[in-house]
């Protein structure tokens, strides 16, 4: 193992924060690539058989974001692991949809996990996770994949995970998009925290047919600034508190 790298897609903070958990139980020094920039995703990047690279991103509505997510990168039969966060629903197909990505750019997928996290949505729905069954499961996916990368028989065997294809279809538009409140101070950090730059600079107003609803504007705004005020919006956090709140899915994890 030459070099480990964690590549995140992680507009709340999410997936960043499980796959740098991930690589900081593997123990060894890893450099990062933060692909909420879209400079970023619009760089080419090559990794080598001798590296291996934690793949993250979250779920929306069980798909992977719909902007062409991880298409820059490219591997050289490298081993990858796949990790996808979600809202305590379901992942759906967002895993296999990784994975298959991962090994269409050329890497070996050797793991993957689906870990927890609060809703995009609801402060209240996947909270105060990791928990402590999480950091175990974070624990034993890094033995993992050491021991895994020290045997080497990766190469001879492929990655079965959840999901199937088809996918389950592309989620409409969210009919709602945050916008400014009462407590915006019109700084701007929102629109430099939008990872697909729907926020206009000088109205602050977001373009709803831009806007991918991960409320990287909302949850990243000091002052509050940022909100949603409609009715459906409200029917659907209702919704979702009513059916998931005091739901406790467990992470899981695929090996070889």
């Known amino acids: 193992m030459k070099k480990v790298s964690v590549v995140y897609f992680s507009p709340t903070g999410n997936s960043k924060k499980y796959g740098f958990a991930v690589a900081e139980a593997m ?21 080598s058989h ?16 719909d902007i062409g997510l991880f298409e820059n990168i490219k591997g050289e039969n490298t081993p990858a692991v796949c990790i996808v966060t979600y809202g305590n629903r379901d992942y759906d197909d967002a895993l296999l949809e990784l994975k298959n990505v991962c090994e269409k750019r050329g890497f070996h997928a050797i793991g993957a996990a689906a870990f927890i996290a609060e809703h995009t949505f609801s402060e209240f729905v996947g909270a105060d996770r990791p928990n ?17 990368l020290k045997e080497d028989k990766w190469r001879e065997k492929a990655l079965a995970v959840k999901g199937s ?41 977001t373009d709803k047919e831009k806007c991918i609803a991960c409320f990287a504007c909302v949850k990243g705004c000091t002052r509050k600034g940022r909100s949603v005020d409609q009715p459906q919006y409200y029917a659907l956090c209702e919704k979702l508190e009513k059916n998931l ?12």
Do not use: H, W
């Open 27 to 47: 123990q060894e020094p890893f450099e990062s690539f933060d692909f909420n920039k879209r400079e970023m995703r619009e760089k080419e990047f090559c990794f």
């Open 165 to 205: 294809y088809p996918y389950t279809c592309m989620p409409k538009k969210m009919p709602f998009a945050p916008q400014p409140n009462a407590r915006c101070c019109r700084c701007g950090s929102c629109v430099r925290k939008c990872p697909v730059g729907a926020i206009d600079g000088k109205t602050i107003l």
């Open 245 to 256: 709140r005091d739901v406790q899915r467990e992470a899981e994890l695929f090996f070889l």
């Open 132 to 148: 402590e069954e999480d950091e175990m499961k974070i624990e034993e996916l890094a033995k993992y994949i050491k021991r895994c």
């Open 50 to 65: 001798e590296d291996v690279v934690l793949l993250c991103a979250p779920v929306y509505a069980g798909r992977l974001p």
